[in-house]
């Protein structure tokens, strides 16, 4: 029995386990970390499956369209408060050959200002051999879009990979 005179030892109180703060963080980055990695697998795999498709052949640009594009206003601009500016850019139209002598015409996904290319002008092209159709300028831009997802999720995703392992290793020296 206590007495108002008598003195409490900490014995005397339940310890209270401190809930896990950082064990909790370094589960979530290491979850954040394999979904992004996920993700960069999974689009590096049809990124490789959609370029090892592809068939290179030489073409010609025959008309550039205009396309006017809401993009946003540069960073030095004294307006940029103000929202968006419309841009006219330009896409290539490109004609070339496939192996059976059909010509194939087609409008390019890939706008530039100021205009890449001039109409006349010859080019590489490269389509897909199941969809010719689907073409595209052969271009170091053009195959570095194809990987944008992947070069984005995959260093995203080894740095909070090695975020998550940082974290499990400093408290595991902590205890």
């Known amino acids: 029995m206590n007495h108002p005179d008598s003195v409490q030892t900490t014995d005397d109180f339940p310890t209270v ?3 896990p703060v950082e064990k ?3 589960w979530v980055f290491a979850g954040v970390a394999a979904v992004l990695l996920l993700v960069a697998t999974l689009t590096g795999i049809g990124a490789a499956r959609h370029t090892a498709r592809e068939v290179q052949v030489g073409g ?5 369209t205009p396309r006017t594009v809401s993009v946003p206003r540069d960073a030095d601009d004294p307006d940029r408060d103000r929202g968006r500016i419309d841009r006219e850019f330009f896409y290539p139209v490109v004609e070339f050959a496939l192996p059976d002598g059909t010509t194939k015409t087609v409008q390019t996904a ?10 006349g002008q010859a080019v590489a092209v490269r389509y897909d051999r199941d969809n010719p159709l689907d073409a595209r300028i052969a271009s170091p831009g053009g195959t570095l879009l194809h990987w944008t997802w ?3 999720t995959a260093p995203l995703g080894l740095v909070f990979a090695a975020v998550s392992g940082l974290i499990f290793w400093a408290f ?4």
Do not use: M, N
């Open 24 to 26: 909790v963080v370094a």
């Open 150 to 152: 992947t070069l984005i």
């Open 110 to 119: 890939e706008g530039s200002w100021p205009p890449a290319y001039e109409p």
């Open 172 to 175: 595991a020296r902590k205890r």
């Open 60 to 64: 010609r640009v025959v008309a550039l």
């Open 17 to 19: 386990t401190p809930f």
